[in-house]
């Protein structure tokens, strides 16, 4: 009999549902049974395709409730925080749905030269049978939807492997896709890191979201098989608050920016750099703002702003991020301690930091804002790049245009002005990571469907009357000179035309 995962409720420990835990064997086979099932799946067209991903959008919003009751069950989250994730899944689906059509569309390419002319040129899109896509536990419900929508959209068949700590509202969404009717080619195969790496094993592309160094060991993974991969991983990402921002703006969009989800997002703003001359008044504004946040254990009615952190290890590591800092001299205007009970850890805002500190070069995952005073936009956009990550970064400024110019030197995917996290909901747009941030990127309009798929180059003769092409069998003296002569007129350029030197 399979092993088993206990899921528990991070607000306060509870037990709240028991998933398998799948083995080798078991992931093959139900891997195996996805790839069965593709073909008529890519053969149903895009239009076939978008009946089913329709019918999966009405299903998710007939269910919004009980699924922003189970989101809450495996992370604490607050209502506010819950309730969006069904709709952003939608909103996904609303998007690819409607436009796989188009961006998988076979495509007629002009030939290269003379050489080309005799042949009609084609590209077809093609879907990898089966894309694996693995997701962290920040957002159980719309995570893996950014993924798994767009591959089957494509015409692939899906297998999510959700986190352990995280994976009813995957098992959920799998419940959806069978109670509408549709083909058997999304799966959920439930485990720990294990499971993820037999479904490395056996899928044809591999869309990995998690920490950098899970990452690279799925890259490794993956490399070794030959397969494509595109990873979504760690982030440390800097505010720039410029002295002629709006206040009022940086600091709501700041402390929202960075204690969303519990600062549990790959593009939270984890470290804030603010222009001397307005840095005393926006930590007192900010600090202000933070302290005024309810945190706690919510319920449907949309008491709390603030949820606990996913996992004990994580507030753990968070904990020991703000007592380092401040033991080296920081101070936390906001916040600073563990909660009495479950994962919660107060948001917290710290200033007298610098880059010795862990709290501003790694990756946190948690709610802090740490701020540091700096002289000009040149400092902070030196600091900012000062980090091995380069995932998205915001830029707080009353001059939109100065800062798109600052924006090119961010070495970052993203840049949002005078906003937070929204290149992610504006899936026209890629979201990628540079530098140890990621490989590939997801959305980004057509490529987001295109990456799930391959190119198929067709070539067809323009003629049926010729018998043999110019190159074919017999060979001659005669058809050799004829051929030579006609390759050099149609390559070479000038004199070089006739005259072999
Ligand atoms: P992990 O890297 O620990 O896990 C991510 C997923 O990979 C989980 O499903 C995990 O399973 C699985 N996994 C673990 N080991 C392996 C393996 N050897 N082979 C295949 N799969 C494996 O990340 P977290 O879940 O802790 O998520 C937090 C991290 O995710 C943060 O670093 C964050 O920055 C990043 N992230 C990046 C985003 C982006 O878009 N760039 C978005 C959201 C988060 P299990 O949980 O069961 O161990």
New binding site residues.
């Given amino acids: 009999m399979s092993e088993t995962?206990t899921i528990r409720c991070p607000s306060d420990g509870r037990e709240v549902g028991r998933v398998a835990t799948l083995d080798t064997t078991q992931v093959r086979q139900r891997i195996d049974a996805l790839r069965e099932a593709q073909a008529e799946w890519e053969a149903m067209g895009p239009r076939g395709r978008a009946h089913h991903l329709y019918r999966w959008r009405d299903w998710l919003l007939a269910n919004e409730q009980h699924l922003a009751d189970v989101l809450q069950s495996e992370t604490g989250k607050p209502r506010a925080e819950a309730t969006i994730e069904a709709p952003l899944a939608c909103d996904f689906i609303n998007y690819f749905a409607r436009n796989a059509e188009r961006f998988l569309q076979d495509s007629r390419r002009k030939p290269h030269g003379p050489l080309g002319l005799p042949k009609k040129l084609l590209t077809l899109r093609r879907p990898y049978a089966v894309v694996g896509v693995?997701?962290?536990?920040?957002?159980p419900l719309a995570?893996p939807t950014?993924d798994v929508v767009p591959a089957l959209a494509a015409g692939a068949a899906v297998a999510l492997?959700?986190?352990?700590?995280?994976?009813l509202s995957a098992l959920e969404l799998a419940r959806g896709w069978r109670e509408i009717g549709a083909p058997a080619v999304f799966d959920v195969l439930t485990?720990?890191?294990?499971?993820?790496?037999a479904?490395?094993e056996s899928v044809d592309f591999?869309q990995?979201?998690?920490?950098?160094?899970?990452?690279k060991?799925?890259a490794q993974?993956a490399a070794a098989r030959l397969i494509p991969y595109s990873?979504?991983?760690?982030?440390k990402d800097p505010a720039i608050v410029l002295a002629d921002a709006d206040l009022d703006r940086a600091v709501e969009g700041i402390a929202w920016g960075g204690l969303f989800n519990a600062g549990?997002?790959?593009?939270s703003i984890e470290r804030v750099y603010v222009e001397a001359p307005i840095y005393d008044q926006f930590v007192a504004r900010l600090s202000d703002r933070v302290q005024r946040l309810r945190q706690g254990a919510d319920d449907r009615h949309f008491r709390f702003d603030v949820g606990p952190l996913?996992?004990p290890a994580?507030r753990d590591l968070v904990e020991t991020q703000v007592i380092d800092a401040v033991n080296s001299g920081a101070k936390a205007l906001a916040g600073g301690n563990r909660g009495a009970r479950g994962n919660f850890f107060e948001p917290t805002v710290l200033v007298d930091v610098d880059h010795s500190m862990a709290c501003m070069s790694e990756?946190t995952?948690g709610p802090t804002l740490p701020v540091m005073k700096v002289a000009d936009a040149a400092e902070a956009i030196r600091l900012a790049n000062q980090s091995p990550y380069g995932?998205s970064a915001t830029i707080w400024t009353g001059n939109p245009e100065a800062a798109i110019r600052l924006a090119r030197h961010l070495q970052v995917g993203a840049v949002n002005v005078n906003d937070a996290l929204s290149n992610?909901f504006n899936f026209a747009l890629p979201?990628s990571?540079w530098k140890s941030?990621?490989v590939g990127s997801?959305f980004g309009g057509a490529d987001g469907v295109r990456k799930y798929t391959r190119q198929q180059a067709i070539t067809v003769p323009r003629s049926s009357l010729m018998k043999r092409e110019l190159l074919w069998y017999p060979y001659g003296p005669r058809k050799g000179k004829f051929v030579s002569r006609v390759l050099r007129l149609i390559t070479a350029r000038g004199l070089a035309r006739f005259i072999a030197r």
């Fill in positions: 995962i693995i997701s962290p536990w920040n957002f995570m950014m492997k959700p986190s352990e700590v995280t994976p485990g720990p890191g294990t499971t993820g790496a479904l490395v591999v990995f979201t998690g920490s950098t160094a899970t990452g060991a799925v993974q990873l979504e991983l760690g982030g549990q997002v790959c593009v996913a996992t994580q990756e995952f995932l992610l979201h990571g941030s990621g997801r």
